[in-house]
């Protein structure tokens, strides 16, 4: 796990960048406290820079940038098949420098099979960049699910890359810009899909995709390379207990490779299944595993402390409690964004941050997570509920039209921020019921929030053509009324790449830690997306119905199939009193940027529950990195420039 920057001069006038890379590669020193260096080519148009976080070959060989006969490679990330990689290399005659560094499996495996071979044998996380001399060539790749991120930008014909956006900016050739034209899918999703950011002239390269550039012409050719639909359905899996018996070989294999470090690994540990259940097989393979834990005594209906020490003492692991209260939620809020980067709406970042911390003071700088279980086997309970709405709809004659007579009656009795309102709205045109799992704002709220004001602003229809868009992939590759699949694909667009595991990344990687994700091994998303619609059961009341099956046999049936609140931040309970005072500053940052009107916020802070702090989320963003435009309120908040 590291940091990499990289600048590619295009068709500009040719000057030393080397000292540009190195005011990137200050801001993103966080990423990398182990090692750092800077490469350049013969031809002085091509800098590479890397920041080493060690934890696979701790040796001075394994170091970045790492040239290899005319070749160059940056990586973030871990190849968790690299020992098999480097077998099969070296069976097919390749030579290795170093003894067991996951960096040389992926440059020599680049030679020898070229871009699109290797990334097929590749089970891991990663975001790398390759020079290719022989060919003139770059080729700037990110992992199948989106685990690692990477920005780009072009100015002044020079193409930069970077693990974090601040690197981008720090090379200050250009100052930040917010661009709000894709502000409703921010308020809709809590956060933007690539390529787009909210800042201008900054993009982030999609998750399974990779850029070509040739250097000769300065054409870039971005390619899509792994699709979970383009998996056949495998008509082999007959039943409940065929899933059962594969997933839990998956599993056990995906943390098996996780493990795979020289360093040593710890284990965010809530009080739910998905976290547990990787403890309970962490305690078949090694003991005293440290679990770190957020607690919030103060709001006790969000602790889940008492549960997760339970489990923790029953697998013999040590606990490690990290007490969480609305003082210490809100004096990290400013390093928070600042390591952030995007106004990502997700309260629980902080809790995030905050563990990544304790876990590097007690030394781990590797932590295993629960994400992506709920998206990945359907375990949210609305998302069942939502299933089962969509599945009854399609039964009944009509239901567009009863549809639109709920939405008007709705419109005049219901709280307008409501989901009620987007169900409707979506039922009577004809669209699929789910759109995403990290929804937040519904049309009225958007409407109440953007509608009136003097920007470049698109609204709903566009976020309408991008859903039928990926409908219509969807329905060429799988059954429509497989809503499962529907569900996961959509979250494995969005939800799961630029909301839950951007969090995971930054808020580690603050404090130099490595989160890693067992249930997202691609083997394991493909499995899923092979199991037939007749075996996946979608008529059952419970989500993630084969990963409980098998969990209850470790973690015990009263502890599984009880009601879990899952892991939450207590905004909602801190808007009238200890966050009185950021509800006051939000209200006049509308007022003196015109970015929201001020009606829907004031819809949001009487009626959203915890809605009201993505605005704050936003705010906060935009004081860091654009303009602190409450300077007379919080003349002590830093800017992104001065850390």
Same mark, same amino acid.
């Given at each position: 796990?590291?940091?990499?920057?990289?600048?590619?001069?295009?068709?500009?006038?040719?000057?030393?960048?080397?000292?540009?890379?190195?005011?990137?590669?200050?801001?993103?020193?966080?990423?990398?406290?182990?090692?750092?260096?800077?490469?350049?080519?013969?031809?002085?148009?091509?800098?590479?820079?890397?920041?080493?976080?060690?934890?696979?070959?701790?040796?001075?060989?394994?170091?970045?940038?790492?040239?290899?006969?005319?070749?160059?490679?940056?990586?973030?990330?871990?190849?968790?098949?690299?020992?098999?990689?480097?077998?099969?290399?070296?069976?097919?005659?390749?030579?290795?420098?170093?003894?067991?560094?996951?960096?040389?499996?992926?440059?020599?495996?680049?030679?020898?099979?070229?871009?699109?071979?290797?990334?097929?044998?590749?089970?891991?996380?990663?975001?790398?960049?390759?020079?290719?001399?022989?060919?003139?060539?770059?080729?700037?790749?990110?992992?199948?699910?989106?685990?690692?991120?990477?920005?780009?930008?072009?100015?002044?014909?020079?193409?930069?890359?970077?693990?974090?956006?601040?690197?981008?900016?720090?090379?200050?050739?250009?100052?930040?810009?917010?661009?709000?034209?894709?502000?409703?899918?921010?308020?809709?999703?809590?956060?933007?899909?690539?390529?787009?950011?909210?800042?201008?002239?900054?993009?982030?390269?999609?998750?399974?995709?990779?850029?070509?550039?040739?250097?000769?012409?300065?054409?870039?050719?971005?390619?899509?390379?792994?699709?979970?639909?383009?998996?056949?359905? @495998?008509? /082999?899996?007959?039943?409940?207990?065929?899933?059962? &018996?594969?997933?839990?070989?998956? !599993? %056990?294999?995906? *943390? +098996?490779?996780?493990?795979?470090?020289?360093?040593?690994?710890?284990?965010?540990?809530?009080?739910?299944?998905?976290?547990?259940?990787?403890?309970?097989?962490?305690?078949?393979?090694?003991?005293?595993?440290?679990?770190?834990?957020?607690?919030?005594?103060?709001?006790?209906?969000? @602790?889940? /402390?008492?549960?997760?020490?339970?489990?923790?003492? &029953?697998?013999?692991?040590?606990? !490690? %409690?990290?007490? *969480? +209260?609305?003082?210490?939620?809100?004096?990290?809020?400013?390093?928070?964004?600042?390591?952030?980067?995007?106004?990502?709406?997700?309260?629980?970042?902080?809790?995030?941050?905050?563990?990544?911390?304790?876990?590097?003071?007690?030394?781990?700088?590797?932590?295993?997570?629960?994400?992506?279980?709920?998206?990945?086997?359907?375990?949210?309970?609305?998302?069942?509920?939502?299933?089962?709405?969509?599945?009854? *709809?399609?039964?009944?004659?009509?239901?567009?039209?009863?549809?639109?007579?709920?939405?008007?009656?709705?419109?005049?009795?219901?709280?307008?921020?409501?989901?009620?309102?987007?169900?409707?709205?979506?039922?009577?045109?004809?669209?699929?019921?789910?759109?995403?799992?990290?929804?937040?704002?519904?049309?009225?709220?958007?409407?109440?929030?953007?509608?009136?004001?003097?920007?470049?602003?698109?609204?709903?229809?566009?976020?309408?053509?991008?859903?039928?868009?990926?409908?219509?992939?969807?329905?060429?590759?799988?059954?429509?009324?497989?809503?499962?699949?529907?569900?996961?694909?959509?979250?494995?667009?969005?939800?799961?790449?630029?909301?839950?595991?951007?969090?995971?990344?930054?808020?580690?990687?603050?404090?130099?830690?490595?989160?890693?994700?067992?249930?997202?091994?691609?083997?394991?998303?493909?499995?899923?997306?092979?199991?037939?619609?007749?075996?996946?059961?979608?008529?059952?009341?419970?989500?993630?119905?084969?990963?409980?099956?098998?969990?209850?046999?470790?973690?015990?049936?009263?502890?599984?199939?009880?009601?879990?609140?899952?892991?939450?931040?207590?905004?909602?309970?801190?808007?009238?009193?200890?966050?009185?005072?950021?509800?006051?500053?939000?209200?006049?940052?509308?007022?003196?940027?015109?970015?929201?009107?001020?009606?829907?916020?004031?819809?949001?802070?009487?009626?959203?529950?915890?809605?009201?702090?993505?605005?704050?989320?936003?705010?906060?963003?935009?004081?860091?990195?654009?303009?602190?435009?409450?300077?007379?309120?919080?003349?002590?908040?830093?800017?992104?420039?001065?850390?």
């Amino acid at each position: 796990m590291c940091g990499i920057a990289g600048i590619i001069q295009l068709k500009s006038k040719k000057k030393d960048d080397s000292y540009t890379l190195k005011k990137m590669m200050s801001k993103i020193a966080h990423r990398g406290p182990d090692a750092e260096d800077l490469w350049q080519n013969s031809s002085n148009n091509v800098y590479f820079g890397h920041q080493r976080l060690s934890i696979i070959d701790l040796s001075i060989n394994a170091n970045q940038p790492m040239v290899l006969d005319g070749y160059s490679i940056i990586f973030n990330g871990e190849i968790y098949n690299h020992r098999e990689l480097r077998n099969e290399l070296e069976y097919e005659n390749q030579k290795f420098n170093t003894n067991h560094s996951d960096t040389e499996v992926l440059l020599v495996g680049f030679i020898h099979w070229g871009i699109d071979k290797l990334l097929s044998k590749l089970n891991g996380m990663f975001a790398f960049a390759i020079y290719d001399k022989q060919n003139s060539n770059i080729v700037i790749c990110r992992d199948r699910i989106g685990i690692k991120n990477l920005y780009y930008s072009e100015f002044d014909g020079r193409f930069f890359f970077c693990s974090e956006i601040k690197g981008i900016l720090g090379a200050k050739y250009f100052e930040p810009e917010f661009d709000d034209t894709n502000l409703e899918e921010f308020l809709l999703n809590r956060s933007l899909k690539s390529p787009n950011t909210l800042f201008k002239n900054i993009y982030k390269l999609g998750a399974a995709s990779y850029i070509s550039i040739d250097l000769d012409s300065s054409q870039k050719k971005e390619t899509i390379y792994w699709d979970p639909l383009n998996v056949k359905v @495998d008509t /082999s899996i007959k039943s409940q207990n065929d899933v059962e &018996k594969k997933l839990l070989s998956l !599993i %056990d294999s995906s *943390i +098996n490779y996780r493990l795979e470090a020289d360093v040593p690994v710890g284990i965010l540990l809530s009080g739910g299944v998905d976290s547990n259940y990787l403890l309970s097989r962490l305690s078949l393979k090694r003991e005293g595993i440290k679990c770190f834990n957020a607690s919030f005594r103060d709001n006790l209906e969000f @602790d889940e /402390s008492t549960e997760a020490k339970k489990m923790a003492d &029953k697998f013999k692991a040590d606990f !490690i %409690d990290v007490p *969480i +209260n609305a003082i210490n939620y809100k004096n990290s809020l400013n390093d928070v964004f600042y390591y952030l980067e995007e106004p990502v709406a997700a309260p629980v970042c902080v809790p995030v941050y905050m563990l990544s911390k304790v876990a590097r003071a007690h030394g781990i700088p590797v932590l295993l997570a629960g994400e992506g279980a709920d998206e990945i086997f359907i375990g949210y309970e609305n998302w069942v509920k939502i299933r089962k709405l969509q599945k009854t *709809i399609r039964k009944i004659p009509f239901i567009k039209l009863f549809a639109f007579i709920g939405k008007l009656i709705a419109s005049k009795v219901l709280n307008i921020t409501s989901p009620i309102h987007d169900l409707l709205d979506r039922i009577s045109s004809g669209l699929p019921v789910f759109w995403g799992g990290a929804l937040d704002m519904n049309y009225l709220i958007r409407n109440d929030l953007l509608n009136g004001r003097d920007r470049n602003c698109n609204l709903s229809h566009n976020l309408c053509e991008e859903i039928l868009k990926k409908l219509k992939n969807f329905k060429a590759k799988r059954n429509y009324n497989f809503d499962s699949a529907w569900m996961t694909y959509l979250d494995l667009q969005q939800r799961l790449p630029e909301l839950m595991l951007v969090r995971l990344d930054k808020m580690g990687m603050a404090h130099s830690v490595e989160g890693r994700v067992p249930y997202l091994d691609h083997r394991i998303v493909e499995f899923i997306f092979s199991v037939p619609e007749s075996v996946m059961n979608e008529q059952k009341k419970i989500g993630k119905s084969a990963l409980k099956a098998i969990a209850a046999k470790m973690l015990g049936e009263n502890f599984v199939y009880s009601h879990k609140r899952g892991f939450q931040a207590p905004v909602s309970d801190w808007k009238k009193h200890q966050f009185s005072e950021w509800v006051e500053l939000l209200f006049l940052f509308c007022e003196r940027t015109k970015i929201f009107n001020i009606k829907g916020v004031n819809s949001l802070v009487k009626f959203g529950g915890r809605r009201y702090f993505t605005l704050i989320n936003f705010m906060i963003w935009y004081l860091i990195f654009i303009d602190n435009v409450l300077y007379d309120k919080l003349p002590n908040l830093k800017r992104w420039d001065q850390y």
